[in-house]
């Protein structure tokens, strides 16, 4: 077996492979997106075990932020498991950047576990549902609204340019994308917190969140400004489509020590898409 990193010529055998592993609609079942996560070394890279008949069996993907390659969308057929292909597929991806993940399930969790990586806080998600709301319910604050945000159009980073993403830039500054499926409005960089909260009241947002790792300060001031962990709330983190109380529950981990300053972003690895964000 052959372990490679991955171009978009394999784009046929990626195909079929992704169609066997992941469920119908995934992300990863569309070329673009694949190019958008894949096919630019500075953003990400694909790396893939290839057996004798030159099928894909095996498949590990990175994304790069904040100077770390973060580990997603790892899946090996049975043949691969137990001889060393992840660890090769690991060590392609070291090349770039120390490894580091973001695990939202026992498998995960475990996979990491049994390689000894460091786990550190859970990522918190923050929500803050609009005040006129007095008695909020699930039926009530994730309702499809027609919102227009086309005048804060906003695709300057590689993480808006992310195709199906509807980003905005609201005029005091914070960058979030618009959901508006579910009234909901996620914030990616906020920059003043009440203010943002208000623009995007008087947009007709029922809600809006913002999720990073436990050691943001900036969850201290949002607390004092009356945000709530999703638990608290109405508002699950599935949303696409809508899962009732289910909430974000998502463990950081890295192989080798982080500084302690270290912060999770939401663009970093996939736990601010997969189960929240939308993909056309």
């Known amino acids: 077996m052959i372990t490679r990193e991955a171009t978009i010529e394999d784009w046929d055998a990626l195909l079929y492979f992704f169609k066997k592993v992941y469920r119908a609609n995934h992300p990863l079942h569309n070329k673009a997106f694949w190019i958008w996560q894949y096919g630019d070394k500075q953003y990400g890279r ?40 992840l660890g090769k597929l690991y060590a392609l991806a070291r090349q770039y950047y120390p490894l580091a993940a973001t695990a939202a399930n026992k498998a995960g969790l475990g996979l990491y576990q049994n390689m000894r990586w460091i786990r550190y806080y859970d ?82 947002f029922n809600w809006i969140d913002y999720i990073t790792s436990w050691n943001d300060l900036k969850t201290r001031q949002l607390e004092n400004l009356g945000w709530q962990i999703d638990s608290q709330t109405v508002v699950p983190w599935r949303l696409n489509p809508v899962v009732k109380d289910y909430f974000c529950n998502i463990s950081f981990l890295s192989e080798n020590p982080l500084d302690n300053n270290f912060i999770v972003h939401r663009s970093y690895s996939d736990h601010g898409r997969i189960g929240s964000l939308p993909i056309e």
């Open 46 to 85: 694909s790396f893939i075990c290839v057996n004798e008949k030159g099928n894909i069996v095996g498949h590990v993907g990175a994304n790069f932020g904040g100077n770390v390659a973060w580990i997603i969308n790892v899946y090996l057929d049975e043949e691969c498991r137990g001889k060393g292909i």
């Open 123 to 204: 990522l918190v998600r923050f929500v803050k549902i609009n005040p006129k709301i007095s008695n909020p319910t699930l039926a009530e604050v994730c309702v499809s609204t027609t919102i227009d945000t086309s005048h804060l159009s906003y695709n300057k980073t590689h993480y808006f340019q992310q195709p199906g993403l509807k980003g905005i830039q609201l005029l005091e500054g914070s960058t979030a994308v618009s959901q508006p499926e579910v009234s909901g409005l996620r914030m990616v960089d906020i920059n003043n917190i009440q203010e943002a909260a208000q623009e995007a009241w008087d947009l007709g």
